[in-house]
């Protein structure tokens, strides 16, 4: 499926910080996003997996996003196994042994996530975007925590992704590797708001 954003506009605590934003990510391809930080790029990704509301604009293609944030979604009280069948099972899958193996967690499959490393417990946030069955991978600096060597993984693991038909959306300052577009994001800023202006209520509700 094929992600179509249309003149985006996209906020955080009520404030525009991107505007005018269109592009078009299609099957098979990778695109990496770029930009300083605070410009918006969390907002942004956030706003595509449907996470908040965007100020105006248009998305086509929502419904096929998996969405990787910073913070890994891990239950502590669950096994690295039990993590992966609980996130299958919210998505309609079944089969979690591709996504063990892909990350290298088969030997840590009975281990409480409680008990993981940082990099461990990164692996296996990531490892849940193998057992939604979403075509979009959405992902906001993956890499975090990762050594080298899980990172090489890692992006053999979306490079399968991209030549089975997925698409990838990445917010990272490292090189995968990947044959990947850049979206620089510095010339869709926002323009600061006039003095004395007004967030609308709509907008209040979502701070």
Known sequence: MELQVHDLAVARAGVAVLEGLSFRLLP?????LRGPNGIGKTTLLRTLAGLQPALAGRVS?????AYAAHADGVKAVLTVA??????????GTADVAAALDAMNLRAL???RAANLSAGQKRRLGLARLLVTGREI???DEPTVSLDADSVALFAAVVRRHLQQGGSALIATHIDLGLEADVLELSPYRAKPPAAGG???AFDEAFE
């Open 109 to 111: 499959a009975d281990r």
């Open 137 to 139: 991978w959405v992902m």
């Open 198 to 200: 007004h967030v609308g």
């Open 28 to 32: 098979g391809r990778a695109l990496v």
């Open 61 to 65: 293609g929502a419904e096929a996003v």
């Open 82 to 91: 039990e993590n992966l069948a609980f996130w299958a099972a919210a998505y």
